[in-house]
Structures are given as structure tokens and as C-alpha cells.
């Protein structure tokens, strides 16, 4: 759309009027200075020709934008080449302006900048950048402000004009986006071809549309860059060549016309070159706007192809997913196929293996009922014993009374008969009293004597008879008790009938076992199938587990040895501790204790031994006593088969061609299997045989050492040991002390340290422990060093307690004192 043209002034003035009437260019005119005037200017203009240095529309930018930048203006601008300068460089801040606002960057593209910079003396050019300016105010960020400021001072006609002209730019714009949808419209087209199109290609025509535009987008702003270089060359040679021109006219007078010709020619030309750069720069700069557009677009689309291609990915991924899934889901359904023909297997299978659970169950129960015997057995086992030992007890303290009773009976007799003695004797001495009256001149003392002994003795005698008597008493009362030891051994007796019968059934449900057991291997043998696999591979399991069990107890049993073991240990280490810081009196009462406790842990651990050497006894009996049914019912079969054998003979010979030769070598296959598991279960007994006798071999042993009192021994023998080291020790201390004293009470020994350096390790090790006290140290044999600590003129001995801690240095054996226990100070 072309835009309004004004006619000049000239042409204005020259025009005819009617009457007084203005005309349509002089109400033009005149709206454009209002118009103009509504901005922010520090010198109101008058005519539009006021209009062509450029300075006016500085200040009008200036008004629109605060922060825009513009170039410094020549002024006053008397010359075409510095009104051209201003005017471009105006046009070059308002091109910046409207590309700067995404809704007026088509006004930029409206005018031809450098058309009306070169003819600014034309009206109608400066009218078209009047025009473009009160629309980008009308349509910018300042309406508000500016609209009314401009259409204070109008006329109804004038305001009506500048509707027209502002009707006109926006008729203009729909022109112009219509033009631009044309031109985009082969470009939507081709976008919705070619999203029918495979995604991927579409992706890679972008990428490389993209690429190509970025690459254009550089080059041209290659040469933009270059163009301003040259443009800003071309203007400081104008700037030069206009030096020179000045100079030359001062120079030169005569020739300045023909100079100025030149000058003027030469700028012209110059002039010419630069409008052919910013019209380049300016083709560039749409280029490069146009490249900006595609550039958004085409990230746009690269943008939604990269989410496109996101989700190929993803639906790739799922649709493998889905693949696997439905494969898999195709092998599990062939496999249920061909499982549906082992189901009267597994069926069989699970009723076999129900009734061996059953078997199974009934023989954990007879197993539990057998343990429960087993310890009831046992209870009365050590209950036998208990009163047998009682028993024996009660025969020997019989014997003994018996003993005592005879030899108090002897005595008795012995005491009687002296008595009878005396009685006689003291009747004669009465009848010969009563016979002669008087008594024999010499009698002896001795028969009073006897008399007292004899009375006393016989008090004593009666003592004794009563005590024997209530004994005897006693033991007549205690008849009861044989009564009840023979109901004990009749109950022992069925017991042990109750457990020879217990033993038998236990004996048939375990070959029962491992009949069933046998069976079922077999039947899993021959079945492939995965659901006897799956029972295999559980019984494999199982039994792997159950050795790791087994391991596991032994190495628990182990341990808790090894921890009494370093218990006991740690008890004799606190003991010497404790016998080494107190007392003789309290030290041999705490070694007392502890011989006590630790020979009642021993003996716990020998009791517990025995138990277990009984219990492992009669699990070898019992597998001796199996052991030795299986052979004989080995030998029984292989009797059997010899003579079914030499039976079968004639018959089979006769009968050959009517056998089937097939089931014949099937039945004695089968026979040699059950022989070859026969000889493995045979083998597998004596195995265990052997392990069990190798056990109680060793149970005895390590009962017969504990029964020895090696360790007790051994034990007592350190101990006597410590006690005669810390008494002669305790001997050391007294005469050091004694030694100590008597040193210092003397006058002529100074006590001081020797100021030579130590040579030895040993010294050089006492010398860093004991740089800080003045004391020597006095090693003993245990532990106990003697310290003497000197305070002014006076010396007070201590005894130290300290750990000792045994090293090796040159090759002798040494002890080594760490000095970390508190001082005990001896008075």
C-alpha cells in the first residue's frame, strides 16, 4: 500500500484556493505538526520542513523510548551531508525500536529509510516517517500518555484525517500478514505432508533445515559485520575527504570550485557505496530476522520431534516388553501342555508321598515317645544307681556296726567276766573279814584302782550297749527298705522290658523308613518330569541343610568348651591378680574359692561327658545290633536267591521260548539293585559304626583323663607354685625394706641417680617411663618392684604392684613393667 503523498510547500503556496478554505494538504499538513507536537520537544516546530536534520525525531524516539540509544547528531546540521548522517542514524534508532516490539516490527519494512534520508528536501517522505511514528505511538506502550497530548489542539477534520491514516497502516498490516500466510501456506502444507511421514526422517530433514539456517543466519552476520566495518571505514573517510575539502578551500581559492565539483563528486560516490551497504545491511538484517522466525519454528519442531522421538522410545521399550512378556507367556502355556500329560504321575506321586508323610509323622511321634522314654529310662537309671549307692552304703555301715558290736561284745564279756572276778575276790576278802575280823596287813592299793577303772568301764560299757542297742533298733526298723528295693528293681526290670520293646518298634518304623525312602527314590528315578525334579532338588536341600545343622552344633559345642576353657583361664588370671595385691591369709582363701570353682565347673563338664558317652554307648549298640540284622537278612537273601536260583534252573530251561526274555533280566535287574542298595546301606552302617567307636574311644579317653585329675593336678601344682613364689617375695620385700631402712638411716650413703646415659634397650625403656620421678625400681620375680621416692632429706619407700609383660631382647627372656597401677605406701 502506497503511502499518502503531500504536496511541497511550494506547491502548497502555489496552489489555487477557493475563498480561504485550507486545503486537504494544508489540513494534512497541519495534523502532522500537532500530531508532532503532542511529544515531549524543547522547541515546538512550525513547519514539517524543520523536519529534515534529524534532531526532531531524536527527541520524538527519545520521548517513545528513555533507554534507547542513539548516535551523537551533528547540530546545527547546515549541510546535505550532515543532515543525511542525522537522518540515517535516526532511522537506524527507530528501525531498532520497531523490531524491538514483535506487533510494529512490519512498520520497519513500511518505508524506505534511505530513500528519504538522500531526499530529505521531499515533504512526503518525511510525512511516510511522521506517519509510521504517531502509529508505533498510537500502538505502543504510551498511548495513554501521548494520544491525548496530540489530539488536544485538533480540528474535527484533522482528527478525522488521522483516523483515515491510522485506518490506512492498519489495512496496510492485514495486507501484509495476509501476504506472509500466503508465502507460509506452501510451508503448512508441506508440514502436514510430512507428518504422514515416518517421524524419524521428518526429525533429520529438521536437524538438517536447521543446520542450513544457522549457517545462513552466520554468514549473514558475516557480513553485516563486515558491512559496518566498511561503513564505518567509508564514513571516517568522508569525515577525512571532508577535512580535506575544507583545507583545500582555504588553500586553494582559485580552484575551489572545480576542487568542490570533485569533493562533491567523489561524495556523492561515496555516498552511493554506503547506501549500497546499508541497503545490504539492511537486506541482511530482514535475512536475518527471517532466519530468527524459521530458527524459533524449527525448535519448535525439533522441540515436539524430540518428545515424538521420547515417545517412539518409549513405545519401543514397551512394545519389547510386550514381546518378552507374550513369549514367555507362549513357552509357560506350551509347558502347561506338555505338564497336562504328567498329571496322573504327579497325582500318584503326591498320594505316595502323602502316605510317606503319614509314615513320617507316626515315626517322629514313636520317635518323641522313644526320647521320652529314653530320659525316663535314664531318671531311673540314676535313680537306681542313687539307691544302690545308698544300698551299698547302709551294708557297709552295717558290716562296720556289726564289727563294733562284736568287738563291744568281747569286751562286754571281757568286763563281765572281770567283774565275776572281782566279785569273787571281794566275797573272799568279806569271808575272811567276817572269818578273822580284820583285814590283811598289806593290802595293795591296786584292787580300789581297778574297782573305780572297772565302774567307769562298765558306765562306758552300758553307753556303748545302748547306742549299739538303738542301732540295731534302727536297722530292724529299716527292713522296709529291702522291701522297696526289690519293688524298684521289678520296676526297673519293666522298664527295661518297656525298652527293649520301645528299641524293636523303633528298629521296624526306621526300616520301614527306609523301605518307603528306597521306594521313593525309586519312583523319583525313573519319573523326569519337573515336579519330581522340584521334590529332588527339595530332599537335596533338606539334607544339605540338616549337615550344615550338624556342623553348626558341633562348632557351637566347641565354642562353649573353648569359653569355659578362657573362662576358667580368666578366673586363675584374676586369682594371681588378687592373690598378688593381698594378703597371705586372703590370698590362699581366694585360691581356695577359686580350686573350688573350678573344679566344680570341671566336674559339670565330666558329668555332661558321661552323659553324653552313655547316650552316644547305647546309640552304638543300637547300631551294631542293626547292623548285624541286616547282615543276617543280607545272608538270609542271598540264601534265598541261591536256591531260587538252582530251583529255577531246570524250569527255565524248559520253559525258555514261552518266557519273555524282556521280564526276565527286568526282574533281575531289579534284584541286583536292591542287593547294590543292600551293600551301600551295609557300607553306610559300618562307616557310622566306625565314627561312633572312634567317638567313644575318644569320650573315653577324655574321661579317663578328667577321671585322672590331670587338669586338677595340674591346676593345683601352679597354684602351689604362685603361693611359694609370692611367700618368697613377700621374704624379698621384707629384707628389701629391712635393707632400705638401714641404708638410710646411715649418714654416709647419698641416694642419686647416676647421670650417664643408658646403653641398654631395657634401660633406655625404664629411662622414658620414669623421666619424671626421682625413684629406682627394683625388679622382682612376678610383677612386684619396689620404688623409693625421694622428698627433701628423707626417703619414703613404696611397693608398687605392677604388670609385667614378658619380651625378648637380646636373645635372653626379660620382663618388661608398665608403671600404670596406683602406689601402696608400707608403713
Same mark, same amino acid.
Request: glycine content about 4%; some cysteine; aromatic content about 4%.
Given at each position: 500500500?502506497?503511502?499518502?503523498?503531500?504536496?511541497?510547500?511550494?506547491?502548497?503556496?502555489?496552489?489555487?484556493?477557493?475563498?480561504?478554505?485550507?486545503?486537504?494538504?494544508?489540513?494534512?499538513?497541519?495534523?502532522?505538526?500537532?500530531? =508532532?507536537?503532542?511529544?515531549?520537544?524543547?522547541?515546538?516546530?512550525? $513547519?514539517?520542513?524543520?523536519?529534515?536534520?534529524?534532531?526532531?525525531?531524536?527527541?520524538?524516539?527519545?520521548?517513545?523510548?528513555?533507554?534507547?540509544?542513539?548516535?551523537?547528531?551533528?547540530?546545527?546540521?547546515?549541510?546535505?551531508?550532515?543532515?543525511?548522517?542525522?537522518?540515517?542514524?535516526?532511522?537506524?534508532?527507530?528501525?531498532?525500536?520497531?523490531?524491538?516490539?514483535?506487533?510494529?516490527?512490519?512498520?520497519?519494512?513500511?518505508?524506505?529509510?534511505?530513500?528519504?534520508?538522500?531526499?530529505?528536501?521531499?515533504?512526503?517522505?518525511?510525512?511516510?516517517?511522521?506517519?509510521?511514528?504517531?502509529?508505533?505511538?498510537?500502538?505502543?506502550?504510551?498511548?495513554?500518555?501521548?494520544?491525548?497530548?496530540?489530539?488536544?489542539?485538533?480540528?474535527?477534520?484533522?482528527?478525522?484525517?488521522?483516523?483515515?491514516?491510522?485506518?490506512?497502516?492498519?489495512?496496510?498490516? @492485514?495486507?501484509?500478514?495476509?501476504?506472509?500466510?500466503?508465502?507460509?501456506?506452501?510451508?503448512?502444507?508441506?508440514?502436514?505432508?510430512?507428518?504422514?511421514?515416518?517421524?524419524?526422517?521428518?526429525?533429520?530433514?529438521?536437524?538438517?533445515?536447521?543446520?542450513?539456517?544457522?549457517?545462513?543466519?552466520?554468514?549473514?552476520?558475516?557480513?553485516?559485520?563486515?558491512?559496518?566495518?566498511?561503513?564505518?571505514?567509508?564514513?571516517?573517510?568522508?569525515?577525512?575527504?571532508?577535512?580535506?575539502?575544507?583545507?583545500?578551500?582555504?588553500?586553494? $581559492?582559485?580552484?575551489?570550485?572545480? !576542487?568542490?565539483?570533485?569533493?562533491?563528486?567523489?561524495?556523492?560516490?561515496?555516498?552511493?557505496?554506503?547506501?549500497?551497504?546499508?541497503?545490504?545491511?539492511?537486506?541482511?538484517?530482514?535475512?536475518?530476522?527471517?532466519? !530468527?522466525?524459521?530458527?524459533?519454528?524449527?525448535?519448535?519442531?525439533?522441540?515436539?520431534? #524430540?518428545?515424538?522421538?521420547?515417545?517412539?522410545?518409549?513405545?519401543?521399550?514397551?512394545?519389547?516388553?510386550?514381546?518378552?512378556?507374550?513369549?514367555?507367556?507362549?513357552?509357560?502355556?506350551?509347558?502347561?501342555?506338555?505338564?497336562? *500329560?504328567?498329571?496322573?504321575?504327579?497325582?500318584?506321586?503326591?498320594?505316595?508321598?502323602?502316605?510317606?508323610?503319614?509314615?513320617?509323622?507316626?515315626?517322629?511321634?514313636?520317635? =518323641?515317645?522313644?526320647?521320652?522314654?529314653?530320659?525316663?529310662?535314664?531318671?531311673?537309671?540314676?535313680?537306681?544307681?542313687?539307691?544302690?549307692?545308698?544300698?551299698?552304703?547302709?551294708?557297709?555301715?552295717?558290716?562296720?556296726?556289726?564289727?563294733?558290736?562284736?568287738?563291744?561284745?568281747?569286751?562286754?564279756?571281757?568286763?563281765?567276766?572281770?567283774?565275776?572276778?572281782?566279785?569273787?575276790?571281794?566275797?573272799?576278802?568279806?569271808?575272811?573279814?567276817?572269818?578273822?575280823?580284820?583285814?590283811?596287813?598289806?593290802?595293795?592299793?591296786?584292787?580300789?584302782?581297778?574297782?573305780?577303772?572297772?565302774? *567307769?568301764?562298765?558306765?562306758?560299757?552300758?553307753?556303748?550297749?545302748?547306742?549299739?542297742?538303738?542301732?540295731?533298733?534302727?536297722?530292724?526298723?529299716?527292713?522296709?527298705?529291702?522291701?522297696?528295693?526289690? &519293688?524298684?528293681?521289678?520296676?526297673?526290670?519293666?522298664?527295661?522290658?518297656?525298652?527293649?520293646?520301645?528299641?524293636?518298634?523303633?528298629?521296624?518304623? @526306621?526300616?520301614?523308613?527306609?523301605?518307603?525312602?528306597?521306594?521313593?527314590?525309586?519312583?523319583?528315578?525313573?519319573?523326569?518330569?519337573?515336579?519330581?525334579?522340584?521334590?529332588?532338588?527339595?530332599?537335596?536341600?533338606?539334607? &544339605?541343610?540338616?549337615?550344615?545343622?550338624?556342623?553348626? #552344633?558341633?562348632?557351637?559345642?566347641?565354642?562353649?568348651?573353648?569359653?569355659?576353657?578362657?573362662?576358667?583361664?580368666?578366673?586363675?588370671?584374676?586369682?594371681?591378680?588378687?592373690?598378688?595385691?593381698?594378703?597371705?591369709?586372703?590370698?590362699?582363701?581366694?585360691?581356695?574359692?577359686?580350686?573350688? =570353682?573350678?573344679?566344680?565347673?570341671?566336674?559339670?563338664?565330666?558329668?555332661?561327658?558321661?552323659?553324653?558317652?552313655?547316650?552316644?554307648?547305647?546309640?552304638?549298640?543300637?547300631?551294631?545290633?542293626?547292623?548285624?540284622?541286616?547282615?543276617?537278612?543280607?545272608?538270609?537273601?542271598?540264601?534265598?536267591?541261591?536256591?531260587?536260583?538252582?530251583?529255577?534252573?531246570?524250569?527255565?530251561?524248559?520253559?525258555?521260548?514261552?518266557?519273555?526274555?524282556?521280564?526276565?533280566?527286568?526282574?533281575? %535287574?531289579?534284584?541286583?539293585?536292591?542287593?547294590?542298595?543292600?551293600?551301600?546301606?551295609?557300607?553306610?552302617?559300618?562307616? %557310622?559304626?566306625?565314627?561312633?567307636?572312634?567317638?567313644?574311644?575318644?569320650?573315653?579317653?577324655?574321661?579317663?583323663?578328667?577321671?585322672?585329675?590331670?587338669?586338677?593336678?595340674?591346676?593345683?601344682?601352679?597354684?602351689?607354685?604362685?603361693?611359694?613364689?609370692?611367700?618368697?617375695?613377700?621374704?624379698?620385700? $621384707?629384707?628389701?625394706?629391712?635393707?632400705?631402712?638401714?641404708?638410710?638411716?646411715?649418714?654416709?650413703?647419698?641416694? #642419686?641417680?647416676?647421670?650417664?646415659?643408658?646403653?641398654?634397650?631395657?634401660?633406655?625403656?625404664?629411662?622414658?617411663?620414669?623421666?619424671?620421678?626421682?625413684?629406682?625400681?627394683?625388679? =622382682?620375680?612376678?610383677?612386684?618392684?619396689?620404688?623409693? *621416692?625421694?622428698?627433701?632429706?628423707?626417703?619414703?619407700?613404696?611397693?608398687?604392684?605392677?604388670? !609385667?609383660?614378658?619380651?625378648?631382647?637380646?636373645?635372653?627372656?626379660?620382663?618388661?613393667?608398665?608403671?600404670?597401677?596406683?602406689?601402696?605406701?608400707?608403713?
Amino acid at each position: 500500500m502506497e503511502s499518502p503523498t503531500i504536496a511541497p510547500p511550494d506547491a502548497l503556496a502555489d496552489a489555487p484556493s477557493k475563498g480561504n478554505a485550507p486545503t486537504k494538504a494544508q489540513i494534512k499538513q497541519s495534523m502532522f505538526i500537532k500530531c =508532532l507536537n503532542g511529544f515531549q520537544l524543547e522547541n515546538k516546530i512550525e $513547519s514539517l520542513e524543520q523536519l529534515d536534520d534529524g534532531i526532531v525525531f531524536s527527541e520524538i524516539l527519545r520521548d517513545l523510548d528513555p533507554e534507547i540509544s542513539l548516535p551523537t547528531l551533528t547540530k546545527p546540521a547546515v549541510k546535505w551531508v550532515d543532515k543525511t548522517a542525522n537522518l540515517e542514524a535516526v532511522f537506524k534508532a527507530l528501525d531498532k525500536y520497531l523490531y524491538g516490539m514483535p506487533d510494529l516490527e512490519w512498520l520497519a519494512r513500511s518505508y524506505d529509510p534511505r530513500k528519504i534520508a538522500r531526499n530529505f528536501e521531499d515533504v512526503n517522505g518525511l510525512c511516510e516517517v511522521a506517519t509510521v511514528i504517531i502509529y508505533a505511538s498510537v500502538k505502543g506502550p504510551h498511548v495513554g500518555r501521548l494520544v491525548p497530548a496530540m489530539r488536544a489542539n485538533m480540528s474535527e477534520t484533522e482528527s478525522a484525517l488521522l483516523m483515515q491514516i491510522l485506518e490506512a497502516k492498519d489495512k496496510e498490516n @492485514r495486507a501484509m500478514a495476509s501476504s506472509n500466510k500466503a508465502a507460509a501456506a506452501p510451508k503448512k502444507s508441506l508440514d502436514t505432508t510430512d507428518s504422514t511421514r515416518d517421524l524419524e526422517l521428518q526429525m533429520e530433514e529438521d536437524r538438517a533445515r536447521m543446520l542450513m539456517l544457522q549457517k545462513q543466519n552466520a554468514d549473514l552476520n558475516t557480513r553485516l559485520d563486515h558491512a559496518q566495518l566498511a561503513c564505518e571505514d567509508l564514513k571516517d573517510r568522508n569525515a577525512a575527504l571532508l577535512g580535506e575539502l575544507d583545507d583545500a578551500r582555504k588553500s586553494q $581559492s582559485g580552484n575551489a570550485d572545480a !576542487r568542490i565539483k570533485y569533493l562533491e563528486n567523489h561524495i556523492r560516490e561515496l555516498d552511493e557505496l554506503i547506501a549500497t551497504q546499508e541497503m545490504t545491511i539492511s537486506e541482511d538484517k530482514e535475512a536475518l530476522a527471517r532466519c !530468527r522466525n524459521e530458527i524459533a519454528q524449527l525448535s519448535k519442531t525439533a522441540e515436539k520431534a #524430540q518428545s515424538l522421538e521420547d515417545e517412539v522410545k518409549v513405545l519401543t521399550n514397551e512394545n519389547a516388553e510386550l514381546s518378552k512378556k507374550a513369549n514367555v507367556a507362549a513357552r509357560y502355556k506350551d509347558k502347561l501342555e506338555r505338564l497336562k *500329560h504328567s498329571e496322573k504321575d504327579i497325582e500318584t506321586l503326591n498320594y505316595v508321598i502323602s502316605g510317606l508323610e503319614d509314615k513320617v509323622k507316626i515315626l517322629e511321634k514313636e520317635q =518323641l515317645r522313644a526320647e521320652a522314654q529314653e530320659k525316663i529310662i535314664g531318671n531311673y537309671r540314676e535313680w537306681q544307681q542313687r539307691h544302690e549307692t545308698d544300698l551299698n552304703d547302709m551294708r557297709e555301715q552295717k558290716n562296720m556296726l556289726a564289727d563294733q558290736l562284736a568287738h563291744r561284745t568281747q569286751e562286754l564279756q571281757r568286763l563281765l567276766d572281770q567283774r565275776a572276778l572281782d566279785e569273787s575276790l571281794i566275797n573272799e576278802l568279806r569271808e575272811q573279814i567276817a572269818g578273822t575280823g580284820d583285814v590283811p596287813s598289806s593290802p595293795s592299793p591296786e584292787p580300789g584302782a581297778q574297782r573305780d577303772e572297772s565302774q *567307769h568301764e562298765v558306765a562306758a560299757l552300758k553307753l556303748e550297749i545302748q547306742k549299739i542297742k538303738a542301732e540295731n533298733n534302727l536297722l530292724r526298723n529299716n527292713m522296709g527298705i529291702a522291701s522297696a528295693t526289690d &519293688q524298684l528293681r521289678a520296676e526297673l526290670e519293666a522298664s527295661r522290658r518297656n525298652e527293649a520293646r520301645l528299641t524293636d518298634k523303633l528298629h521296624e518304623v @526306621r526300616k520301614d523308613y527306609a523301605l518307603a525312602q528306597d521306594q521313593l527314590q525309586g519312583l523319583l528315578n525313573n519319573t523326569t518330569d519337573e515336579g519330581s525334579q522340584l521334590f529332588r532338588d527339595l530332599q537335596r536341600t533338606m539334607f &544339605q541343610s540338616r549337615q550344615d545343622r550338624d556342623k553348626a #552344633q558341633e562348632q557351637a559345642l566347641k565354642l562353649e568348651a573353648e569359653v569355659k576353657d578362657r573362662d576358667r583361664e580368666l578366673l586363675a588370671l584374676k586369682t594371681d591378680y588378687k592373690v598378688a595385691t593381698q594378703s597371705s591369709v586372703d590370698a590362699l582363701e581366694e585360691l581356695k574359692k577359686t580350686d573350688q =570353682l573350678i573344679s566344680n565347673s570341671l566336674r559339670d563338664e565330666l558329668d555332661s561327658l558321661r552323659t553324653a558317652f552313655d547316650s552316644l554307648k547305647l546309640d552304638t549298640q543300637e547300631q551294631q545290633k542293626q547292623l548285624i540284622e541286616a547282615l543276617v537278612s543280607r545272608e538270609k537273601l542271598r540264601k534265598e536267591l541261591e536256591d531260587a536260583g538252582n530251583g529255577a534252573q531246570q524250569p527255565a530251561a524248559e520253559g525258555l521260548a514261552g518266557l519273555d526274555r524282556d521280564a526276565s533280566n527286568e526282574l533281575m %535287574q531289579k534284584q541286583a539293585e536292591k542287593l547294590e542298595k543292600l551293600k551301600e546301606k551295609c557300607q553306610s552302617l559300618l562307616t %557310622q559304626l566306625q565314627k561312633n567307636e572312634q567317638e567313644r574311644y575318644e569320650l573315653q579317653r577324655r574321661l579317663k583323663a578328667a577321671e585322672g585329675g590331670e587338669a586338677y593336678a595340674s591346676l593345683k601344682a601352679t597354684t602351689d607354685q604362685i603361693i611359694k613364689n609370692l611367700q618368697r617375695e613377700n621374704a624379698m620385700i $621384707s629384707t628389701a625394706w629391712y635393707d632400705l631402712t638401714s641404708r638410710l638411716q646411715s649418714n654416709h650413703v647419698v641416694l #642419686q641417680r647416676r647421670q650417664d646415659m643408658p646403653k641398654s634397650w631395657l634401660n633406655k625403656q625404664r629411662q622414658m617411663v620414669n623421666e619424671d620421678r626421682s625413684f629406682k625400681v627394683c625388679r =622382682l620375680q612376678t610383677g612386684i618392684a619396689a620404688r623409693c *621416692h625421694l622428698d627433701g632429706d628423707t626417703a619414703v619407700p613404696v611397693f608398687v604392684f605392677l604388670e !609385667r609383660r614378658p619380651l625378648n631382647y637380646n636373645n635372653q627372656d626379660a620382663s618388661f613393667f608398665s608403671y600404670e597401677e596406683s602406689d601402696h605406701k608400707l608403713n
